[in-house]
């Protein structure tokens, strides 16, 4: 089946459900690229005749949690600056007004730059950091978080503002309850500043958007801060905020916290509930921190976790004790590191390949063996995690699009005419696949009891800027389709002088391994950067 037949089959969609599109938005999408993935996935299930095979949506997703363990005694390190804050606002250095006021005006002064923020709640912030400071006052602390100021990615809903998922349909959509989430970060004493920019419904690993404008990194401003988390990646990144929170369909979290140099985590399937936010993929959305280090995030998801009874998706599994995991000294283990996908395209460009390599070597230097792999599956993984994403986006935005197709910005239209382009049959096939492929990596990593895999986040660094490329996701994508844990941590520099990040992905529920080899990688950049 080539490109042609897959235009043929979303017009033949399309039509039957009312959407009004033109011959020229088809031929647009199809000189874009955007039907490939229908292409590739039906080839794909040409070729798988076992009809035994349950759908991934009928077996145990996400078994419970085997045991690895991270070893050695706890070492003394630099607090990080979540914890520095919090002890500052203890010990009476500073309050919580005084921090949300910085942040506010360092905001006023840098967005014009940065694009950063969808919205800004002055107000509301000051009289929620008085809130918090009178209650200190009192003898109650709510955890690390308490009185700091943070943000939320502009898809995440927040009682009495729009949620716009950065498009002009829902621009005047607001929000009648908060999100758990947000229910969270305040019962945990966080300071919601302001909510963050992302591109048109999140569906892009850039910032590009018709509507709002890019967000710039704050890296080099010519170059782009990713997608779709950019504007959280970016206020983290320039120092606004301490902490923001984005959402992860395909690798949203982790691009552009590689593009930023920051660290982004992804936490388990369920970990984190995402009712109240917006969805691209019901199945494979999931929600997490940005953060400027690894205690950062693990201090950050220690308060947005937990089951949630109006999300069925969560799931009351146990969130191991992850600021511990920062300071683990001995990680002895096997770690599976990713050198090819068994293509003939490399894995990544050769200075972010160099990058991790020199990464990772800080986790061989804490005891674990590092075993070279090569990993076919993840292309297929690749494949049927954006198939199910797009088989999904179709039916979440059919009833928009048969009304209001003209409100969508172009690159989202015509990326959209790529998700109607698979038959009636395809969802199940598509979760069939997925079955299969997340029980052979299962296999391999038991097989050479593997408990972590590295590798590149993302193949290059930061493209120039609203820059939309496809293989941004391709080494993130297929973790949100196994639903497992992965964090993205700065790995060093590349050719260009811009970040590269390396990416670590540990089994479902083990968030405390991603954050105790992230801790351990972070360390060993510090120490030779202060070697130098």
Request: aromatic letters at 4%; one cysteine or more.
């Amino acid at each position: 089946m080539d490109d042609t037949a897959s235009v043929a089959l979303a017009r033949q969609n399309l039509a039957a459900l009312g959407i009004p599109v033109s011959d020229e938005d088809l031929e647009k999408a199809h000189a874009a690229g955007f039907f490939s993935t229908a292409q590739v996935f039906q080839v794909m299930v040409q070729r798988d005749s076992e009809v035994d095979d349950l759908p991934d949506f009928l077996t145990d997703r996400l078994p419970a949690p085997r045991s690895w363990a991270a070893t050695g005694e706890e070492s003394p390190s630099a607090a990080p600056e979540i914890l520095e804050l919090a002890r500052a606002l203890r010990n009476g250095e500073t309050s919580s007004r005084a921090l949300v006021e910085r942040a506010l005006e360092q905001i006023t002064r840098r967005d014009q730059e940065l694009n950063a923020f969808q919205l800004l709640l002055p107000e509301q912030a000051l009289a929620d950091a008085e809130a918090r400071d009178a209650e200190l006052a009192r003898g109650i602390d709510r955890g690390p978080l308490h009185g700091l100021p943070v943000a939320l990615k502009d898809l995440i809903d927040l009682a009495g503002t729009p949620t716009t998922a950065g498009s002009a349909i829902l621009a005047n959509a607001v929000a009648s309850r908060d999100a758990t989430v947000v229910q969270r970060l305040r019962a945990a004493g966080a300071v919601i500043v302001g909510k963050t920019r992302l591109p048109e419904f999140a569906y892009s690993g850039a910032s590009n958007n018709p509507h709002y404008g890019p967000v710039p990194n704050p890296r080099d401003r010519r170059r782009d801060s990713g997608g779709s988390s950019s504007g959280s990646a970016a206020a983290v990144a320039a120092g606004l905020v301490v902490m923001a929170v984005g959402s992860d369909t395909g690798g949203s979290i982790r691009i552009p916290a590689a593009y930023c140099g920051i660290v982004g985590l992804k936490p388990t399937f369920g970990r984190v509930s995402a009712r109240g936010v917006y969805p691209l993929a019901w199945s494979l959305d999931h929600i997490g921190p940005l953060t400027r280090t690894v205690t950062d995030a693990a201090v950050s998801l220690e308060a947005m976790a937990g089951p949630d009874e109006d999300d069925p998706r969560t799931r009351a599994v146990p969130l191991p004790d992850l600021v511990s995991a920062t300071q683990v000294e001995r990680l002895e283990l096997r770690v599976g590191v990713v050198r090819s996908t068994g293509g003939d395209q490399p894995l990544a460009a050769p200075d972010a390949v160099a990058a991790c390599e020199r990464a990772v070597a800080a986790l061989a230097d804490a005891g674990a063996d590092l075993i070279p792999l090569v990993l076919p599956e993840l292309e297929t993984l690749r494949i049927v995690s954006a198939a199910i994403a797009q088989l999904e986006a179709a039916a979440l935005h059919a009833p928009t699009a048969r009304e209001r197709w003209t409100h969508y910005g172009e690159f989202f239209r015509l990326r959209l005419l790529g998700c109607f382009a698979y038959p009636c049959w395809g969802y199940v096939a598509a979760q069939r696949l997925a079955k299969k492929a997340r029980a052979r990596v299962t296999s391999l990593l038991e097989e050479h009891d593997i408990a972590l895999l590295a590798l590149p986040t993302t193949p290059t660094t930061a493209p120039p800027l609203g820059q939309w490329t496809a293989r941004a996701s391709w080494l993130t994508a297929p973790f949100n389709l196994l639903g497992w844990p992965a964090l993205s941590v700065p790995a060093g520099l590349g050719d260009d002088g811009l970040p590269i990040g390396l990416q670590l992905v540990a089994r479902p529920w083990r968030e405390d391994l991603v954050i105790a080899a992230g801790a351990l990688v972070e360390r060993a950049a510090r120490s030779s950067r202060g070697s130098n």
